[in-house]
């Protein structure tokens, strides 16, 4: 799978505010003090806060703080404005975000290529704590064996807490869990539907479903309102959603989703259609496609806060003492080079 990022940044910030929504204060104080921790908390996080949330009060400050926590990995996966070429050597870790199970073309796919796939599908993380090659399911339950450790420092919990905010809403959005698979088209997988060209909405499958929870560009009071509204109008499904606290669940239900409203006729059909043609031509999805999308991925983005929730209450370490007032930084000075810039 290439580096598209699982919902954009509003979309993870709108399931981490339903997260929130839902915590005692006592583990939202415990969140933020331990975020405070992170290595990177000056650069990265009062570095990227934007101006209206700098103007608001401690409660609106500390709730963007955890929202912005679950965009953090995205934040760490390229070089740019206070994100150094070491930080992502440090922090960015591609393979985390996804788990490719298995969607088929057509049965004769499938009796063709079930033999022959070696994608990483296991469940358990593996000893190294900083495996590169774990998938969205182990590098979840990774984050919280760190997170749970008394012999960890706070400073990698801290990361690991921005890390399992994050990964918790990737594994829910259906196309970060499965990948189709075709002898002609897609022997290797089209990489979670980024190698489907669609007209418009990013201009593939996966960016399509990456941007249906809110628009790219989204300011932080629009992204608070969608989680409250999310909230009222969910509730009852969030709270039945946090009963079931396994990650690998988690993934199986978005593979479903992903055969179910993903992978529907409209997809399938064209791609079977230029079965043996060199070139996919983009696709027109209907509007039903993507009012669907829209509702699945906000019913996704429920269920993700809820279920982060759950996992979280009373498992951060306690908040320690008082901490000092939070200072805006200095703006950066401008620089006529372009070290540590990367795209």
């Given at each position: 799978?290439?580096?598209?990022?699982?919902?954009?940044?509003?979309?993870?910030?709108?399931?981490?505010?339903?997260?929130?929504?839902?915590?005692?204060?006592?583990?939202?104080?415990?969140?933020?003090?331990?975020?405070?921790?992170?290595?990177?908390?000056?650069?990265?996080?009062?570095?990227?806060?934007?101006?209206?949330?700098?103007?608001?009060?401690?409660a609106e400050i500390d709730a963007w703080i955890f929202a912005h926590a679950g965009t953090?990995?995205?934040?760490?996966?390229?070089?740019?404005?206070?994100?150094?070429?070491?930080?992502?050597?440090?922090?960015?870790?591609?393979?985390?975000?996804?788990?490719?199970?298995?969607?088929?073309?057509?049965?004769?796919?499938?009796?063709?290529?079930?033999?022959?796939?070696?994608?990483?599908?296991?469940?358990?993380?593996?000893?190294?704590?900083?495996?590169?090659?774990?998938?969205?399911?182990?590098?979840?339950?990774?984050?919280?064996?760190?997170?749970?450790?008394?012999?960890?420092?706070?400073?990698?919990?801290?990361?690991?807490?921005?890390?399992?905010?994050?990964?918790?809403?990737?594994?829910?959005?259906?196309?970060?869990?499965?990948?189709?698979?075709?002898?002609?088209?897609?022997?290797?997988?089209?990489?979670?539907?980024?190698?489907?060209?669609?007209?418009?909405?990013?201009?593939?499958?996966?960016?399509?479903?990456?941007?249906?929870?809110?628009?790219?560009?989204?300011?932080?009071?629009?992204?608070?309102?969608?989680?409250?509204?999310?909230?009222?109008?969910?509730?009852?499904?969030?709270?039945?959603?946090?009963?079931?606290?396994?990650?690998?669940?988690?993934?199986?239900?978005?593979?479903?989703?992903?055969?179910?409203?993903?992978?529907?006729?409209?997809?399938?059909?064209?791609?079977?259609?230029?079965?043996?043609?060199?070139?996919?031509?983009?696709?027109?999805?209907?509007?039903?496609?993507?009012?669907?999308?829209?509702?699945?991925?906000?019913?996704?983005?429920?269920?993700?806060?809820?279920?982060?929730?759950?996992?979280?209450?009373?498992?951060?370490?306690?908040?320690?003492?008082?901490?000092?007032?939070?200072?805006?930084?200095?703006?950066?000075?401008?620089?006529?080079?372009?070290?540590?810039?990367?795209?």
């Open positions: 799978m290439s580096i598209a990022h699982a919902w954009n940044g509003p979309g993870h910030q709108t399931i981490d505010l339903v997260a929130w929504s839902q915590l005692a204060e006592a583990d939202q104080a415990a969140a933020i003090d331990l975020l405070r921790d992170h290595p990177r908390f000056e650069q990265h996080f009062l570095g990227s806060m934007p101006s209206n949330v700098w103007a608001g009060s401690d953090w990995p995205d934040q760490v996966r390229s070089a740019r404005g206070q994100v150094t070429r070491d930080d992502v050597r440090r922090y960015g870790r591609s393979t985390w975000h996804y788990v490719n199970l298995w969607v088929f073309l057509s049965d004769s796919d499938r009796d063709a290529l079930a033999g022959k796939l070696t994608n990483n599908r296991e469940t358990e993380p593996t000893d190294d704590r900083d495996d590169r090659n774990q998938n969205v399911v182990q590098a979840i339950g990774n984050s919280l064996r760190i997170i749970d450790d008394p012999a960890t420092d706070r400073q990698a919990k801290a990361v690991s807490l921005c890390w399992f905010l994050h990964l918790a809403g990737d594994v829910h959005q259906p196309l970060h869990s499965s990948a189709l698979y075709s002898v002609g088209r897609f022997p290797a997988g089209d990489r979670g539907g980024n190698s489907i060209p669609v007209r418009g909405h990013g201009g593939d499958l996966h960016a399509l479903w990456d941007r249906a929870i809110l628009p790219r560009r989204t300011d932080f009071n629009r992204v608070r309102k969608e989680a409250l509204d999310l909230v009222q109008e969910h509730a009852e499904s969030g709270k039945a959603a946090a009963a079931e606290l396994e990650p690998k669940q988690w993934a199986v239900d978005s593979w479903r989703l992903a055969r179910a409203m993903v992978y529907t006729d409209a997809v399938l059909a064209p791609i079977t259609a230029a079965d043996g043609s060199p070139r996919l031509h983009k696709l027109e999805l209907p509007t039903k496609y993507l009012r669907d999308a829209g509702i699945t991925s906000k019913h996704r983005a429920v269920q993700a806060g809820y279920r982060i929730a759950e996992t979280l209450k009373g498992r951060l370490p306690a908040a320690e003492g008082v901490r000092e007032p939070l200072v805006r930084p200095a703006e950066p000075e401008a620089s006529g080079g372009g070290a540590g810039q990367q795209e």
